[in-house]
């Protein structure tokens, strides 16, 4: 009887455990599944590198480069916010800040970290759209400009908390030696404790990137949503993520245009993959080089 | 007598917290020697030699009274530079703590600091060091290697040798064998007595052979005292205080 029970137990918590892999693969095929009939209608690179994107015109155009474009121009400028913060707070917390300083800032960065999206969007579209309108005489507040700056700012807790592990991993006696070495405590931060955290802190930030890289909400509502290539960071543009959200209610199911945002996701799927890897690879390296195995 | 002494503490208490973790110590190290300072664990012995290079100033709650006096200068004098007195007095830790960089980098590092760039300078260094140090041989063909890959005992003598590359007049050693096997063990053991002849040297050790193999004074240290201090063979033989008889012949440790 006992012996029976354990097996059920075991079975139980084998299928939860397989769970997430279960919808790890129901996810990648629906994705290849419902973007199949695009690809074998359209030229693949024709579709990337297309700069027009009418799906609902008569023929209908699926150029995607302004949509790319948009979402790694914006995601670059959100990494301009939130590298220097993110890191700089990391290094701060760990290796300035007194204890109570510390007992504030953390859970500040956490409730930042937990704020829901849509509350970042509202934001930046309320607050900080009008005031960049104003400040700098420009058409439209809703642009890349803003996209980045709000979407750097949500980032920025991903960076900070994940590049403050990489620092804390950084032996004690790293920084001992060097102290004893007569190092200043500016000497010991940048000369051993960074190069040592380093491909800690890039994974953080790799990882930051992902979230900016996927966020949808806030580019759906302060980027401007125009999709053309912009010709200055204060264009309204309109990423990858945006135009699905935007879209997917509209399109007529087995459609082009539907077979086309499935496509995009699939797009803005390997690119999230290809930056997990990089991660992984990184923070698998930055442990063996600090002898903390695998 | 008097002009020998390098570092002369007096009347040292120190709290961590409310905790007082030494309690009033006053011993002298005598210049070009090698002071020994056994004990059981936790007796204060290592706490003792972080004071004379300052490295106790990280403990958050940490508080010293009493004076050290580094050639008659007060070390905790509100103007000391800590940073030169850390040059002048360099540390071995237990664990070997090698920067994860190339063997050749963990040794420049410490000239690097005070901005030296004369390359060639820097090279001589590092070899005159790691040679002395008794490590160039088994690395000259990798200097260029990462300090890592290199074994527990010869991290240790790169750390020795990381330390001489700063010049410094005294070297602490805490419990610098701890965690090698007895090959390695010996070598150090080695290296400590030829390094004499040119260093002062303060040495933590739980291991009373190894003082008594090393060392020229002995302190002997228990629950923050200091129970007694002398000749390292009048130690050994002749003890005055009971309970240094007792610690050293096992009664208990």
Same mark, same amino acid.
């Given at each position: 009887?006992?012996?029976?029970?354990?097996?059920? %137990?075991?079975?139980? /918590?084998?299928?939860?455990?397989?769970?997430?892999?279960? =919808?790890?693969?129901?996810?990648?095929? +629906?994705? =290849?599944?419902?973007?199949?009939?695009?690809?074998?209608?359209?030229?693949?690179?024709?579709?990337? =590198?297309?700069?027009?994107? %009418?799906?609902? %015109?008569?023929?209908?155009?699926?150029?995607?480069?302004?949509?790319?474009?948009?979402?790694?121009?914006?995601?670059?400028?959100?990494?301009?916010?939130?590298?220097? $913060?993110?890191?700089?707070?990391?290094? /701060?917390?760990?290796?300035?800040?007194?204890?109570?300083?510390? !007992?504030?800032?953390?859970?500040?960065?956490?409730?930042?970290?937990?704020?829901?999206? $849509?509350? /970042?969007?509202? /934001?930046?579209?309320?607050?900080?759209?009008?005031?960049?309108?104003?400040? *700098?005489?420009?058409?439209?507040?809703?642009?890349?400009?803003?996209?980045?700056?709000?979407?750097?700012?949500?980032? +920025?807790?991903?960076?900070?908390?994940?590049?403050?592990?990489?620092?804390?991993?950084?032996?004690?006696?790293?920084?001992?030696?060097?102290?004893?070495?007569?190092?200043?405590?500016?000497?010991?931060?940048?000369?051993?404790?960074?190069?040592?955290?380093?491909?800690?802190?890039?994974?953080?930030?790799?990882?930051?990137?992902?979230?900016?890289?996927?966020?949808?909400?806030?580019?759906?509502?302060?980027?401007?949503?125009?999709?053309?290539?912009?010709?200055?960071?204060?264009?309204?543009?309109?990423?990858? +993520?945006?135009?699905?959200?935007?879209?997917?209610?509209?399109?007529?199911?087995?459609?082009?245009? %539907?077979?086309?945002?499935? !496509?995009?996701? *699939?797009?803005? =799927?390997?690119?999230?993959?290809?930056?997990? $890897?990089?991660?992984?690879?990184?923070?698998?390296?930055?442990?063996?080089?600090?002898?903390?195995?695998? | 007598?008097?002009?020998?002494?390098?570092?002369?503490?007096?009347?040292?208490?120190?709290?961590?917290?409310?905790?007082?973790?030494?309690?009033?110590?006053?011993?002298?190290?005598?210049?070009?020697?090698?002071?020994?300072?056994?004990?059981?664990?936790?007796?204060?012995?290592?706490?003792?030699?972080?004071?004379?290079?300052?490295?106790?100033?990280?403990?958050?709650?940490?508080?010293?009274?009493?004076?050290?006096?580094?050639?008659?200068?007060?070390?905790?004098?509100?103007?000391?530079?800590?940073? #030169?007195?850390?040059?002048?007095?360099? &540390?071995?830790?237990?664990?070997?703590?090698?920067?994860?960089?190339?063997?050749?980098?963990?040794?420049?590092?410490?000239?690097?600091?005070?901005?030296?760039?004369?390359?060639?300078?820097?090279?001589?260094?590092?070899?005159?060091?790691?040679?002395?140090?008794?490590?160039?041989?088994?690395?000259?063909?990798?200097?260029?290697?990462?300090?890592? &890959?290199?074994?527990?005992?010869?991290?240790?003598?790169?750390?020795?040798?990381?330390?001489?590359?700063?010049?410094?007049?005294?070297?602490?050693?805490?419990?610098?064998?701890? #965690?090698?096997?007895?090959?390695?063990?010996?070598?150090?053991?080695?290296?400590?007595?030829?390094?004499?002849?040119?260093?002062?040297?303060?040495?933590?050790?739980?291991? &009373?052979?190894?003082?008594?193999?090393?060392?020229?004074?002995?302190?002997?240290?228990?629950?923050?005292?200091?129970?007694?201090?002398?000749?390292?063979?009048?130690?050994?033989?002749?003890?005055?205080?009971?309970?240094?008889?007792?610690?050293? #012949?096992?009664?208990?440790?």
């Amino acid at each position: 009887m006992r012996h029976f029970r354990e097996t059920i %137990y075991k079975w139980i /918590f084998s299928v939860l455990a397989f769970a997430s892999l279960l =919808f790890l693969t129901g996810i990648i095929l +629906t994705l =290849f599944v419902e973007s199949y009939p695009f690809f074998v209608r359209h030229d693949i690179s024709e579709s990337i =590198f297309g700069l027009y994107w %009418y799906p609902t %015109y008569d023929p209908p155009e699926f150029g995607m480069l302004t949509l790319i474009t948009a979402s790694f121009v914006v995601t670059l400028g959100a990494m301009v916010v939130c590298i220097p $913060i993110g890191v700089g707070t990391a290094l /701060f917390l760990q290796e300035l800040a007194s204890a109570s300083q510390r !007992a504030v800032l953390k859970p500040l960065i956490e409730i930042l970290a937990g704020i829901p999206s $849509i509350i /970042f969007g509202f /934001f930046g579209m309320i607050v900080v759209a009008p005031f960049l309108q104003r400040l *700098l005489g420009i058409p439209t507040g809703l642009n890349a400009f803003t996209a980045s700056l709000v979407l750097g700012i949500m980032a +920025t807790p991903t960076v900070a908390s994940l590049a403050e592990d990489a620092v804390s991993f950084v032996p004690r006696s790293f920084r001992e030696a060097s102290l004893a070495l007569g190092a200043n405590r500016w000497q010991t931060l940048t000369r051993v404790v960074v190069p040592a955290a380093g491909s800690g802190i890039s994974t953080a930030i790799i990882l930051g990137i992902g979230r900016a890289v996927g966020e949808t909400m806030v580019v759906l509502m302060v980027a401007g949503g125009a999709a053309v290539i912009p010709h200055s960071i204060f264009d309204p543009v309109r990423p990858m +993520t945006a135009t699905i959200a935007a879209e997917m209610g509209e399109a007529v199911m087995g459609s082009g245009h %539907y077979g086309a945002l499935f !496509a995009i996701g *699939l797009i803005l =799927f390997f690119i999230t993959l290809a930056i997990n $890897i990089v991660a992984e690879i990184i923070s698998r390296r930055f442990r063996l080089k600090l002898g903390l195995g695998r | 007598m008097d002009c020998d002494v390098k570092i002369r503490a007096r009347n040292i208490d120190f709290y961590y917290r409310r905790s007082r973790a030494l309690k009033n110590i006053s011993l002298d190290v005598l210049k070009k020697r090698v002071t020994a300072l056994i004990g059981p664990s936790g007796c204060g012995k290592s706490t003792f030699i972080r004071l004379f290079n300052r490295m106790n100033d990280l403990i958050p709650g940490a508080r010293v009274e009493g004076q050290i006096l580094l050639d008659g200068f007060d070390i905790y004098h509100p103007k000391t530079d800590v940073v #030169s007195l850390r040059r002048r007095v360099g &540390m071995v830790f237990q664990k070997p703590n090698p920067f994860p960089k190339s063997i050749f980098d963990n040794l420049a590092y410490g000239l690097t600091i005070t901005d030296v760039r004369d390359k060639e300078f820097i090279e001589h260094k590092v070899i005159d060091s790691l040679k002395k140090a008794a490590l160039y041989n088994e690395v000259k063909d990798r200097l260029h290697d990462n300090a890592l &890959m290199l074994s527990g005992g010869q991290q240790q003598r790169l750390c020795i040798a990381r330390c001489l590359a700063v010049e410094p007049e005294v070297i602490l050693f805490d419990e610098p064998a701890a #965690s090698l096997d007895p090959i390695s063990t010996r070598k150090i053991e080695e290296l400590l007595l030829e390094l004499k002849n040119e260093y002062t040297i303060v040495i933590v050790t739980h291991n &009373m052979q190894q003082a008594a193999r090393v060392s020229d004074y002995t302190a002997f240290m228990y629950l923050g005292e200091l129970v007694e201090y002398g000749d390292t063979e009048r130690i050994f033989t002749v003890p005055k205080e009971k309970m240094t008889e007792e610690y050293l #012949s096992g009664k208990f440790g």
